[in-house]
């Protein structure tokens, strides 16, 4: 909404459509609870910025704090590592040329056209294939296959490498080339000589503006991130390299070894392995200060592909960032990658916590000393004096109590408000207060006008009559060990505010011993 000045001088206002930021319907935070957890706190010995701290560690009421978020950020990094294991790729690979393998067998069996010295020979170089997947993958690379069935799974052994190893690089790859033509793939290729060009370039600092924008004119779908200038493709793609390389060390030296081997069958060419490799040295390059040397133990029974081994550690990385700022510096949290990890619940608590702690340093309930420590304003301690109030008021029996004196009062004098008349009540009535009760009550009715007790409202009132309350208070060290310590506090803050608000002539006084 805008407030444009007409020629006459007059303010008009102008409205438009909402188009985001903090939603303005929004009830407030409600501090009343938070305040009469850190209060309780300080009053147990804690200085407000820890009694604060210690309030978004545990969490709001119904609500996970920031301790019970970082477990479940560990927990869901347990699980990661315990449920998968990396060899999914392999495992694949294995199962296509097993299926390959006993097609071309069965084929071989019927074929009763084959001459019986080919079909013998043929037989024996199936059977004499090396133990190891990768080098029988690549001496059959020659092999005249006889059942077409045969030869389209092992063609899928060298389309699905190819995908797989697109998918450690480019997320989402290894569905997007499923079923790729010839032509697609070297559009990929083509694609991948680009980047290594100008990241070359960048490298370098040869390259402009122009160059980048040139480039994702050409390849931009292949980036559904929609990078907004070159340094924001190189963080994307970094990161994603940096993941894949760990999750390579991650693996035993026997599966990065049959690996290595299978790239070179990736379609059927090994100029996509160069390729790949020319780009993760180029953006290890670029971006050195990422992590691409650690490892992590997966020890569990679902296997993962390239693809989908790169996410899980990239999934890792986020979960150690997201574990770290919730337990040290929540107010940068990452409430997007708080949701994708832990979900929709765990992002409503983590955003109502850091609500409450800029709502608690913004109202004026928590100030600043001149030290830099953290104080309660008077503001706060009548807010916590009434709650405290109120509470002790809702434990005590209904009979009122008395303050009497010998000594009479000056006046009775008016408050200015009105409560309803309980019984007992000797304060003077409100009748303009009392009488619209009863009008409002039987308007509309027919029946004739008649008060009843309920209608009825008194005028509060002040003695001018001057009291001395002393509050006797044990300091010794049973209370603390028995906890009746912060009782004692809660209950001269509520008598304090008794006094303060309804009693002002009145003057308190604290008593301590300890013997």
Not at 127 to 153: F, G, H, I, M
Not at 475 to 503: C, D, N
Request: proline share 4%; no cysteine.
């Amino acid at each position: 909404m805008s407030h444009p000045i007409d020629p006459r001088g007059h303010r008009r206002s102008r409205y438009g459509r909402y188009t985001g930021g903090p939603d303005p319907l929004a009830p407030p935070v409600d501090l009343s609870d938070a305040l009469n957890e850190i209060a309780e706190d300080i009053m147990a010995g804690y200085s407000p910025e820890q009694a604060l701290r210690e309030y978004l560690r545990r969490g709001a009421r119904g609500q996970d704090g920031f301790d019970e978020l970082a477990w479940q950020a560990a927990q869901r990094r347990k699980e990661l590592l315990e449920r998968n294991n990396l060899g999914g790729t392999l495992q694949e690979v294995k199962a296509l040329l097993d299926d390959a393998l006993r097609l071309e067998r069965a084929q071989l069996a019927r074929d009763i056209d084959l001459d019986d010295t080919d079909r013998a020979f043929r037989e024996l170089q199936l059977e004499n294939l090396p133990e190891s997947t990768a080098a029988a993958v690549s001496e059959l690379n020659t092999y005249d296959w006889q059942s077409q069935d045969a030869r389209e799974k092992f063609e899928h052994i060298r389309d699905l490498l190819g995908r797989e190893m697109l998918d450690q690089q480019f997320s989402g790859m290894k569905q997007a080339l499923e079923g790729a033509t010839e032509e697609d793939k070297q559009a990929i290729a083509a694609m991948l000589r680009d980047l290594n060009e100008l990241l070359s370039k960048h490298r370098t600092g040869t390259d402009t503006p122009a160059d980048f924008a040139d480039f994702m004119a050409k390849h931009g779908e292949h980036f559904p991130e929609n990078p907004r200038d070159i340094n924001e493709l190189i963080d994307i793609l970094a990161q994603r390299s940096a993941a894949a390389q760990r999750m390579l060390n991650s693996m035993s030296p026997e599966q990065r070894e049959e690996l290595m081997q299978l790239s070179a069958q990736a379609f059927g060419s090994p100029e996509l392995q160069g390729l790949l490799g020319d780009l993760a040295g180029n953006l290890q390059g670029l971006r050195p200060e990422l992590d691409w040397s650690s490892s992590e133990d997966f020890s569990g029974e679902e296997g993962m592909g390239l693809g989908d081994g790169t996410g899980a550690m990239q999934d890792l990385a986020e979960l150690d960032r997201l574990a770290e700022q919730l337990r040290h510096d929540h107010t940068d949290l990452d409430l997007d990658a708080l949701r994708r990890q832990l979900g929709d619940d765990a992002a409503v608590s983590a955003d109502l916590l850091n609500k409450i702690d800029q709502a608690m340093r913004n109202s004026g309930l928590l100030r600043r000393s001149a030290d830099g420590s953290l104080k309660l304003s008077p503001q706060a301690m009548r807010r916590l004096g009434k709650s405290l109030l109120d509470d002790a008021t809702a434990h005590l029996s209904p009979r009122s109590g008395s303050r009497d004196s010998r000594l009479s009062g000056l006046s009775v004098e008016q408050t200015g408000a009105t409560r309803p008349y309980e019984y007992g009540d000797t304060q003077p009535w409100d009748v303009t207060r009392t009488l619209t009760n009863a009008i409002q009550r039987t308007a509309g009715t027919g029946d004739p006008l008649k008060l009843t007790a309920e209608d009825i409202e008194v005028v509060e009132t002040e003695q001018r009559t001057q009291n001395a309350v002393a509050l006797l208070v044990d300091t010794s060290y049973s209370m603390a060990a028995e906890g009746r310590w912060v009782p004692m506090k809660q209950t001269a803050l509520a008598l304090h505010h008794l006094i303060s608000t309804r009693f002002r002539g009145d003057e308190l006084a604290l008593i301590t011993f300890g013997r």
